[in-house]
């Protein structure tokens, strides 16, 4: 399954449109479901599905990946999902801080599908 089929799948799972939902309703709750609050929530969600899918990959090539030089010689390195992941869970962590919002009442940064 190549990457934009995946990235469809998590957008029509039913944890995405939970947490989107969530989310909005928090917003809602505090007076703040405004147009510019709502697009940065759909900015959350669209880092919520890359995290998402790094988890997949992870969970398919490991923490360490095997890669060749192209000299015939080999070796292993960290898969780069992990680093990325990191990054991704932090700029979500920012987005959600911004708007005031909880991610208990969203569902979590580290649920499944």
């Known amino acids: 399954m190549n990457s934009k089929a995946i ?6 799972s039913k944890r995405y449109k939970e947490i989107r939902e969530s989310l909005i309703d928090q917003l809602h709750d505090n007076g703040a479901d405004t147009a510019s609050f709502i697009d940065l929530v759909d900015d959350y969600m669209s880092f919520w599905v890359v995290k998402e899918m790094t988890k997949i990959d ?28 990191l990054k991704v869970s932090s700029q979500m962590m920012k987005i959600l801080t911004q708007l005031k919002l909880s991610v208990e009442n969203a569902g979590g940064l580290d649920d499944e599908l």
């Open 7 to 12: 990235s469809q799948r998590i957008r029509n």
């Open 58 to 85: 992870i969970r398919t090539r490991g923490v360490y990946i095997r890669y060749s030089n192209g000299g015939g010689q080999y070796g292993t390195k960290e898969n780069p999902s992990v680093a990325y992941q």
